[in-house]
């Protein structure tokens, strides 16, 4: 594997030449600046050396969003621990679990997951660290007690004057190839496997990062974290990037209704947003579209000179919903609707859909938006290779293999897992299936795990039956599975529409009858469905936002 530059070295430097500019606030909260980051980042190095922590030693982190999770999370691989990062929604249990495969030694948690967890289940913690002030939530080390009683003593001793940008100075991985953290995957089967990410993927995500958005964002811009940190999408690109290069990010600590999220775009004004397609589509399906639907607009939309004019407007009305001065939102983590993706694309707004997995930290294609072609998620991005295992790419679906600097070690502590996604040339096999057209356009077809055969041997893409499901009346979300060799949609409906239109169940139920047939005339014969049911609550989800289909199938 190639040589590439220390990433540490990007952190340390960020630091020192942005010393006195804002860095990280809690949205409607506290701010840090680089040199508060700085001097919180040497008070935990203190902390780590005088308890008994060693380099390479593994730090889990589990939290909503703050200033204070990212602060610990740099200070974590700047003294050359290994981060663990728990997403916050896991479950007690998936905690406990993970913290214990990880072999963690410190447990950093937020206020909330602090109320469910159990120490008694995690025996080989030796500190758990409370997030909003670093205080001990439990120690079982004297060592470590010590050294976070004497804390602020021990800062005093070791700069008596004051500390300074010349004493930031941190640890460098000694290879490309050294562990930086283990991820542990949201997946939507069964417990998540612990991904190896080495120094060089976060290396080469943050100058693929620079290549893909530094022309158009820059020190001092403002930027929002919304998706979980945890997850390396929201670390790699609402996080690290944006912290190398001076930026200002407002972390969303609360759950990002799209309510909160159009007041904090409105109030932040970002300059670059990263998104998943559930935020994206709630915002335009709620507070655009409704605004487009009577029948003046529909009658101007049908004209060709006005129309024209027309979605000029409406893309600025959209633009001025995301807060107005970002140059592009980049969307991935899923499929976005089909509807809400041509909406875009006729008004010309500026968007692009990327495609990634927590193996390659995460990203795999991306175009900008002005080359980016509809449907596709872009091409193999900088530093990767991407290609089809398919006889005719273009035309026959097959899985998509990545390779380069950004594919992980492994596995944490499972070779045979690892054995089965990386072969012996390197290449990532990713389990999802696509095709690729002659310019390197990478079209996802769907997840292999999730095809379902029909009854003569054709393969059907649920996926791609559920996006046009979604975009049907009423309809909120929907999964589809088989049975009996007959496919059935499940169907979450729009509660408030049913509601505010005063819809019986047995017109409810109507309704999805009319869908299931005016559906059914676009498909195939192989694939129409046999029936809709309606499913009351919302589908159970992976903190990612996909639906966990294995527990409908």
């Known amino acids: ?28 909260g506290a701010t840090l600046q680089y040199h508060d980051v700085a001097r919180k980042i ?66 950093f948690v937020g206020d909330v997951v602090a109320k469910g967890i159990d120490p008694v289940q995690m025996p080989a913690l030796e500190g758990i660290i409370n997030i909003p002030d670093y205080s001990l939530f439990m120690s079982r080390s004297e060592q470590l007690t010590y050294a976070r009683e004497h804390l602020n003593e021990m800062f005093g001793r070791k700069y008596p004057k004051y500390f300074r ?4 100075s941190y640890y460098k991985e000694q290879s490309p190839d050294e562990m930086a953290l283990i991820n542990y995957t949201s997946g939507t089967t069964g417990f998540s496997k612990g991904v190896m990410i080495p120094y060089r993927a976060l290396w080469s995500n943050w100058d693929f990062a620079g290549e893909a958005m530094g022309k158009n964002i820059k020190q001092g811009d403002n930027s929002i974290s919304i998706l979980p940190m945890a997850h390396m999408y929201g ?9 190398t290069i001076g930026m200002h990010i407002f972390f969303l600590n609360r759950v990002p209704s ?16 990263i998104s998943v397609p559930l935020v994206i589509e709630k915002i335009i399906k709620k507070k655009v579209l409704p605004r487009l639907e009577n029948n003046t607009m529909r009658l101007l ?3 060709p000179v006005i129309n024209k004019k027309l979605n000029e407007r409406i893309c600025e009305q959209v633009v001025n919903a995301f807060g107005g001065r970002f140059y592009e939102i980049i969307i991935g983590g899923a499929g976005i609707n089909q509807e809400v ?50 006889p005719d790419p273009a035309h026959i679906p097959g899985e998509i293999l990545a390779k380069g600097l950004n594919v992980m070690l492994g596995y944490y502590k499972n070779e045979e897992a690892t054995a089965a996604t990386i072969d012996k040339d390197g290449w990532y096999h990713t389990g999802d299936l696509g095709l690729m057209d002659s310019e390197g356009n990478v079209f996802i077809k769907g997840r292999s795990k999730n095809m379902l055969l029909g009854s003569n041997g054709q393969n059907i893409y649920p996926e791609e039956i559920e996006d046009k499901l979604n975009s049907m009346n009423l309809v909120a979300e929907s999964v589809v599975v088989q049975r009996d060799e007959k496919l059935i949609g499940l169907v979450h409906p729009d509660a408030d529409e049913v509601k505010n239109q ?50 409908y199938t």
């Open 1 to 28: 594997m190639e040589q590439t530059p220390s990433f540490n070295e990007l952190i340390e430097k960020s630091i020192i030449n942005n010393w006195d500019l804002d860095a990280l606030t809690d949205y409607k």
């Open 42 to 107: 040497e008070k935990l190095h203190i902390l780590f050396e005088n308890g008994g922590v060693k380099r390479g030693d593994k730090i889990a982190l589990c939290g909503r969003n703050s200033a204070n999770w990212a602060v610990a999370f740099f200070a974590t691989l700047t003294y050359g621990a290994i981060a663990v990062p728990i997403l916050h929604e896991f479950t007690p249990d998936q905690v406990h679990n993970i913290v214990n495969h990880s072999d963690a030694k410190l447990l």
């Open 165 to 168: 940008k010349e004493h930031v």
């Open 235 to 243: 670390m790699a690109f609402e996080l690290i990037y944006e912290f």
């Open 258 to 273: 799209p309510a909160i999220i159009a007041q904090a775009f409105a109030d932040v004004k970002p300059a670059i947003i």
């Open 301 to 303: 939309s049908r004209m």
């Open 341 to 390: 993706e041509q909406f875009l694309k006729r008004i010309e707004f500026p968007y692009t859909v990327g495609y990634g997995a927590t193996e390659c930290a995460p990203i795999i294609c991306y175009a900008g938006w002005e080359t980016f072609k509809q449907g596709s998620c872009g091409r193999a991005a900088k530093n990767m290779q991407v290609r089809i295992d398919s």
């Open 502 to 551: 005063g819809i019986s169940p047995t017109e409810l139920i109507n309704i999805m009858e009319q869908n299931r047939q005016e559906l059914n005339e676009e498909l195939p014969a192989y694939s129409k469905l046999a029936a809709i049911q309606i499913h009351e609550e919302e589908f159970a989800k992976t903190p990612k936002k996909s639906i966990k289909r294995y527990l």
